[in-house]
């Protein structure tokens, strides 16, 4: 039986790079959704699901909707997953990097920010 242990995000302007790891250690998939596509493609998912991203202001917003849709959402610090990246810099290696992160243990997650934390981030940084 395939389950799905880990959904990795690779976030970009336009095109997202979603790559889907089993409990058995198999990539069912590592495809390009347009951002409009991003919604309906993860629900075919089950609700609970973890999704992981790296972390970054958009990560957040990402964050919010997914949780909301009823997703258990992670953010990962990007010098983590620099750690596992293979071979060349692409998005779809970027994303299994992500899923590797993701199953290893004693890695540090982020918390997803709320609209205010950002805000107050932003300020904070703009001084």
């Known amino acids: 039986m395939n389950t799905i242990r880990v959904v990795s995000i690779d976030i970009a302007k336009s ?57 258990s959402v992670r953010l990962i610090p990007a010098q983590y997953v620099k750690a596992f990246a293979k071979s060349q810099k692409n998005d779809a290696n970027d994303a299994l990097a992500i899923c590797e992160t993701a199953c290893r243990p004693g ?14 981030k932003a300020l904070r940084n703009t001084r």
């Open 15 to 71: 095109i997202f790079q979603v790559c889907v790891w089993m409990i058995d250690g198999s990539v069912a998939w590592n495809r390009k959704i347009s951002r409009q596509k991003l919604p309906n493609t993860l629900r075919q998912f089950e609700p609970g699901t973890l999704i992981v991203m790296e972390a970054c202001s958009t990560s957040h917003y990402w964050g919010r909707t997914l949780s909301a849709m009823g997703f």
């Open 107 to 120: 890695i540090h997650f982020v918390p997803v920010k709320n609209t205010e934390q950002q805000d107050i």
